[in-house]
Structures are given as C-alpha cells and as structure tokens.
C-alpha cells in the first residue's frame, strides 16, 4: 500500500501558499521540463512489450508525457505488461486443461503440493505481482485514471521564473 493522503506539494507552489516550515532552500529541480522526444526501443524488450511499446508511444508524446529520458521506466512498464500477457496466456492454457480434464476452471489456479497441501499455483501468483508492477508503471505516466490527475506534461519551457526573478530590463528614460 502507497502513501495515504495526497501528493506533496512541489517547493516552489510550497514558498508561496504561506504554509509555515523551517526555512530551507528552495528546490527548482520541479521547475525542469525536458524537451518532449522518443526515446529509442531497447532491443533487449520481448516481443509483447515491442508492440506495447509501439501502441502507447505515440499516445504519451501527443499528451507531452514522453521525453528521452523516459526510456528506462517506459521500458520497465513494457517489460511487465509484456510478461503479465505471457503469465496470462499460461494461465489459460492451464484453464482449457482442466477444464478438459472435466474439473472445475479454478482449480488451475491452484497446486497439489507433495505434502498434500493445496496452495495458490505459482502462475497465478506471478500474473498478480505483474498486475501490480504494471499498475504502478501505470501511475508513473498517468495512464490510470486515479493517477491522471497528479501527471504534468512536459512544457519544456526552461527554469520557472519567480517573482523577484525576472529578466533584467532595461532601465533608463522611457522603461516602467
């Protein structure tokens, strides 16, 4: 389970909402907005997450949500999504099974252990720890609809200019 509440406040929304703390530097490392891009495709992804890849891709970069120096996370989302449908597509194989076998459709989910106990099938233990890798990854670009709201796009406009910190303009006869 994540942290309850909602997200913390960038520092720079923080110095201006008067919320009263120990005073601190002021980080602007919330203020960095990379330059929109794709990254390029790791050639070590298989082949499910290659085509994952190649469908959400082009989604992120008309939101403004992609830039190069995504590619790990992206490629970790790939990853697991890409396993989960091979977890999945075992996990139904072994459903056709029994169900040939003339068992019930959720016994595939379990195991006969040699000590005769009946446990959760390590498959169906997999295909929910990937179900959760990816819905985390998920959260990571906003591509829930929980997480859409906590997600930014990149503007790519450069350093966010405080008040106080605008561009010297030339003073003289004539400036305001």
Same mark, same amino acid.
């Given at each position: ?5 909602? @997200?913390?406040? !960038?520092?720079?929304? *923080? ?5 009263? *703390? ?6 602007? &490392?919330?203020?960095?907005? !990379? ?5 390029? #495709? !790791?050639? $070590? ?5 290659? @085509?994952? $890849?190649?469908? #959400?891709? !082009? ?34 194989? *072994?459903? &056709? ?17 040699? &000590? +005769? ?24 670009? +906003? ?11 990149? *503007? ?21």
């Amino acid at each position: 389970m994540g942290q309850r509440g909602p @997200k913390p406040l !960038p520092s720079n929304v *923080r110095a201006f909402t008067g919320m009263r *703390r120990a005073l601190r530097a002021a980080d602007l &490392s919330d203020g960095v907005h !990379p330059e929109v891009g794709l990254p390029p #495709i !790791p050639t $070590w992804l298989c082949a499910e997450a290659r @085509k994952e $890849w190649k469908r #959400i891709t !082009p989604e992120l970069l008309a939101l403004g949500l992609m830039t190069r120096l995504d590619q790990a996370a992206l490629s970790l989302y790939c990853q697991a999504y890409g396993r989960l449908q091979q977890v999945e597509r075992a996990l139904a194989g *072994r459903v &056709s099974t029994v169900k040939a076998d003339g068992k019930e459709a959720a016994e595939a989910l379990l195991t006969m252990m040699p &000590s +005769g106990i009946v446990r959760e099938s390590v498959l169906s233990r997999m295909a929910a720890d990937l179900r959760s890798q990816v819905d985390r990854h998920l959260a990571a670009f +906003g591509l829930s609809p929980s997480a859409r709201s906590r997600v930014t796009a990149s *503007r790519n406009d450069g350093q966010i200019n405080l008040p106080g910190m605008e561009e010297d303009k030339p003073r003289g006869f004539g400036a305001l």
